[in-house]
């Protein structure tokens, strides 16, 4: 299975439609990040989420994802660009609730919290919307922010369904938007499939791509694009010495002088960057003024 996200509309009734599937991403993610079941199926959900929320965006820009619970998991943070890029970290790796998988997702993320997602819209704007945290998964939570921060009717289902032993046996998502003129009883349609298991079922039976989307808008789907996405990090050398940077001459010095070096670990990649002695010299007499800016 190859992850993808597919852009669609819906004609005659006016529905765009985006579909996700991330299996592939949400297990290599799992991996990098040591995640037990209940954690792992909770950050597939979201990332899952950030993709569909970035997709819905316009230009090259990114969305964050956030969730504070007061649930063993925590919180979790999902940053998810238009290019189908992802990325992420959850607070508590380690949770784990045997039993039904269906369950154990609610119980980690608690009865309470904060679920907000932070839109870059470019040129320096941003927009973010919160919505209160009620008992239930986070996709039933991201239905509520849908009703209450964002102005366009939507419907959306997200499904991290284990087959056998593997916690992410399958993780897909979809979002069906009415567009300006489009017809409200068709998306109360598409609402109301989901309600009643549709796109679950669909993906249980392995349906994927356009047919695992026509469950839930049936025959009317047209497909624009269809592309890759993955788990990709945009860390490098120079923002984690950007970061050392940012201590100032005066930390910098105070570093120099006790551990020598300083040591950035990615929280999304796990990579790890070691600024050592001579380097941070460099960046203190620059930041100094003895130096040129590189
Ligand atoms: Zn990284």
């Given at each position: 299975?190859?992850?993808?996200?597919?852009?669609?509309?819906?004609?005659?009734?006016?529905?765009?439609?985006?579909?996700?599937?991330?299996?592939?991403?949400?297990?290599?993610?799992?991996?990098?990040?040591?995640?037990?079941?209940?954690?792992?199926?909770?950050?597939?959900?979201?990332?899952?989420a950030?993709?569909?929320?970035?997709?819905?965006?316009?230009?090259?820009?990114?969305?964050?994802?956030?969730l504070?619970?007061?649930?063993?998991?925590?919180?979790?943070?999902?940053?998810?660009?238009?290019?189908?890029?992802?990325?992420?970290?959850?607070?508590?790796?380690?949770?784990?609730?045997?039993?039904?998988?269906?369950?154990?997702?609610?119980?980690?993320?608690?009865?309470s919290?904060?679920l907000?997602?932070?839109?870059?819209?470019?040129?320096?704007?941003?927009y973010?919307?919160?919505?209160?945290?009620?008992?239930g998964?986070?996709?039933?939570?991201?239905?509520?922010?849908?009703a209450?921060?964002?102005?366009?009717?939507?419907?959306?289902?997200?499904?991290?369904?284990?087959?056998?032993?593997?916690?992410?046996?399958?993780?897909?998502?979809?979002?069906?938007?009415?567009?300006?003129?489009?017809?409200?009883?068709?998306?109360?349609?598409?609402?109301n499939?989901?309600?009643?298991?549709?796109?679950?079922?669909?993906?249980?039976?392995?349906?994927?791509?356009?047919?695992?989307?026509?469950?839930v808008?049936?025959?009317?789907?047209?497909?624009?694009?269809?592309g890759?996405?993955?788990?990709?990090?945009?860390?490098?050398?120079?923002?984690?010495?950007n970061?050392?940077?940012?201590?100032?001459?005066?930390?910098?010095?105070?570093?120099?002088?006790e551990?020598?070096?300083?040591?950035?670990?990615?929280?999304?990649?796990?990579?790890?960057?070691?600024?050592?002695?001579a380097?941070?010299?460099?960046?203190?007499?620059?930041?100094?003024?003895?130096?040129?800016?590189?």
């Amino acid at each position: 299975m190859k992850d993808v996200l597919l852009r669609g509309l819906v004609r005659p009734a006016d529905l765009r439609l985006i579909l996700v599937e991330a299996t592939d991403l949400s297990r290599m993610a799992r991996m990098l990040h040591g995640l037990a079941p209940t954690s792992a199926s909770i950050f597939a959900e979201a990332m899952t989420a950030g993709l569909l929320l970035g997709a819905l965006q316009k230009g090259e820009t990114r969305v964050n994802l956030s969730l504070e619970v007061d649930g063993p998991l925590s919180g979790l943070l999902v940053d998810a660009g238009t290019d189908g890029s992802v990325r992420g970290h959850v607070r508590r790796p380690d949770v784990h609730f045997p039993g039904d998988p269906a369950i154990g997702p609610c119980a980690a993320l608690g009865g309470s919290g904060t679920l907000s997602v932070l839109r870059d819209l470019g040129k320096g704007e941003f927009y973010r919307g919160s919505v209160e945290v009620l008992p239930g998964t986070l996709t039933d939570n991201l239905r509520r922010y849908f009703a209450a921060s964002e102005q366009v009717a939507t419907a959306i289902d997200i499904r991290v369904l284990p087959t056998g032993k593997e916690p992410l046996g399958m993780v897909a998502g979809l979002v069906v938007q009415k567009m300006p003129e489009g017809s409200v009883d068709a998306l109360e349609t598409a609402r109301n499939r989901i309600a009643g298991g549709a796109f679950l079922d669909a993906l249980a039976s392995g349906a994927k791509d356009e047919a695992l989307a026509r469950s839930v808008v049936g025959d009317g789907l047209e497909v624009l694009t269809r592309g890759p996405v993955s788990y990709v990090c945009n860390c490098s050398r120079q923002r984690a010495v950007n970061a050392a940077s940012a201590l100032g001459h005066a930390g910098i010095r105070e570093v120099l002088a006790e551990e020598k070096q300083v040591v950035i670990d990615c929280e999304f990649c796990k990579k790890r960057y070691v600024i050592e002695e001579a380097e941070l010299s460099d960046i203190a007499r620059r930041l100094e003024g003895d130096l040129p800016a590189c």
